[in-house]
C-alpha cells in the first residue's frame, strides 16, 4: 500500500505542475487552455528530439525545453489570445482546442503514432532505498523536482512584490485593476510561465511514460478535473488537489479497480455539488 501510495504522489507530480500552470493561466486570462496538454506533450518530444537528432542530454533538456516552450507560450499569447480575449471566453477555449489538435497532428505527421523510447539518465538509473522499500531513484526525483518548482513558485507568489501582484491578478483581476495596478503588463509572462510548467512536466514524463503525439491528450481531462476540484484560478487549491488526486487515484486503482478510470471525475461531480467553486476557490475569494 506504501509503494502504491508513492506512486500516486509521483503521478499528482504532474498533475500538480500541470494544473499549477492551468491556473495561473485561466485565473489572470479567464482562458481554459485545452493546449496544455500539446505543450506538455511538445515538452516530451522536445527531449527527445534533441537527443535523438542532436545528441543533448535530459539535464541539458529539463532546462531549455521549458525555457523555449515559455517563450513560444509568450509569442502565442500576443499573436492571437490577446485578440481574443475581449470576446467571449468561449472563442480562445475553440482555439486552443483546434491549437492542440493541429500540434498534435504535425507530430503524429513526422513521428507516426507509435511510442519513441528515451532513456532514463544514468544518475538516476539505479533505486532509492526509503526503508520499508526501495523505489526508482527517477521517480523520486520526478517528485522531489515537482515539491520544490511548486514550493518555488508559492514562495515567489506570497513573499515577493512581484509576486504578490501575478496572485492577485490571477485570483482576484478585476479588484487588481480597480487599485490601479495595470493586470496587463503580467499577462503575457503568466501566459509563457504556465506554456512552461506544461513543458517541464513532459520533459520529466520522457523517461517515464511513452513519448508519443497522444500522450497530452490523454491527461489534459484529468487534469482540467484536478483544477475544477481543487478551484478555478486558486494556486495552492490546483498544487493540492492535484498531488491528492494522483494519491487516490493509485489507491482506488488498488482497492477499486473498476473504478480507477472513473474515481477523479465522480470526486470531481462530487465537489461541485457539495461546494461549485471547489474546494479552495470560495475560501481564497474571500480572503
Excluded at 6 to 15: P, T
Excluded at 128 to 138: H, I, K, R, T, W
Aim: contains cysteine; glycine residues 12%.
Amino acid at each position: 500500500m506504501l509503494q502504491q501510495a508513492f506512486n500516486g504522489l509521483v503521478g499528482g507530480a504532474f498533475y500538480a505542475l500541470l494544473a499549477l500552470g492551468l491556473a495561473v493561466i485561466f485565473g489572470m486570462l479567464g482562458v481554459v487552455n485545452f493546449a496544455h496538454g500539446a505543450f506538455y506533450m511538445l515538452g516530451a518530444f522536445g527531449s527527445y528530439v534533441l537527443l535523438d537528432s542532436f545528441g543533448v542530454n535530459f539535464w541539458v533538456a529539463l532546462v531549455t525545453v521549458p525555457i523555449v516552450l515559455g517563450l513560444a507560450g509568450t509569442v502565442l499569447e500576443r499573436l492571437f489570445i490577446r485578440r481574443l480575449a475581449p470576446l467571449d471566453p468561449l472563442y480562445n477555449f475553440l482555439f486552443t482546442f483546434g491549437l492542440a489538435l493541429i500540434l498534435q497532428d504535425l507530430v503524429k505527421r513526422e513521428y507516426g503514432v507509435q511510442s519513441q523510447p528515451y532513456p532514463r539518465p544514468d544518475l538516476l538509473a539505479g533505486t532509492v532505498d526509503l526503508g520499508l522499500f526501495g523505489y526508482p531513484a527517477y521517480q523520486v526525483f520526478v517528485l522531489a523536482v515537482s515539491v520544490v518548482v511548486c514550493a518555488a513558485v508559492w514562495v515567489v507568489l506570497t513573499r515577493t512584490r512581484v509576486g504578490m501582484i501575478v496572485r492577485a491578478a490571477t485570483e482576484r483581476p478585476e479588484l487588481t485593476r480597480a487599485l490601479g495596478i495595470d493586470v496587463g503588463r503580467w499577462v503575457t509572462p503568466v501566459f509563457g510561465f504556465g506554456v512552461a510548467l506544461a513543458g517541464l512536466a513532459g520533459v520529466l514524463a520522457a523517461p517515464m511514460r511513452a513519448v508519443n503525439p497522444l500522450m497530452g491528450g490523454d491527461l489534459i481531462i484529468t487534469v482540467f478535473a484536478v483544477v475544477v476540484i481543487g478551484g478555478l484560478g486558486s494556486i495552492f487549491g490546483s498544487v493540492a488537489a492535484g498531488f491528492a488526486i494522483g494519491l487516490i487515484s493509485a489507491l482506488g486503482n488498488l482497492y477499486v479497480p473498476a473504478l480507477s478510470q472513473t474515481l477523479v471525475f465522480i470526486l470531481m461531480a462530487a465537489v461541485l455539488l457539495w461546494r461549485p467553486a471547489g474546494l479552495f476557490g470560495r475560501e481564497e475569494a474571500l480572503s
